[in-house]
């Protein structure tokens, strides 16, 4: 599998659901295949694109591979994404002000 773009991997709710599983530390893949309504392969095939994204890394132990979160590419998401934080802000802070008044 070429290379997968880090943005298009976090696309997908199913990755994004694996990397949260993973943020405690290291999961088996047939441990955190059992968190979904989905197949070991296709488990195992979102995994394979969290790989090539670079999102996790793969250690065999025996017969079994267990996955770790690799957290640079997210900070390099997280640095893309701070230039648009003060519209986010700016948004819930009018929310907040508009509750207030609600509330008042």
């Not at 405690?24 to 694109?49: I, K, N, T, Y």
């Not at 802000?89 to 207030?100: H, N, Q």
């Amino acid at each position: 599998m070429a290379d997968v773009d880090v943005f298009s991997a976090l696309a997908n709710p199913v990755r994004r659901k694996l990397l949260e599983a993973l943020k405690d530390g290291p999961r088996a893949a047939g441990e955190l295949a059992g968190d979904f309504a989905l197949s070991r392969s296709a488990v195992s095939e979102h995994l394979a694109v969290l790989r090539s994204a670079r999102l996790v890394r793969e250690e065999p132990r025996g017969r079994h591979r267990y996955y770790h979160l690799e957290a640079t590419p997210l900070a390099e998401v997280g640095e893309w994404l701070h230039p648009f934080e003060h519209y986010w802000r700016a948004r819930m802070r009018s929310l907040r002000e508009l509750l207030d008044e609600e509330n008042s």
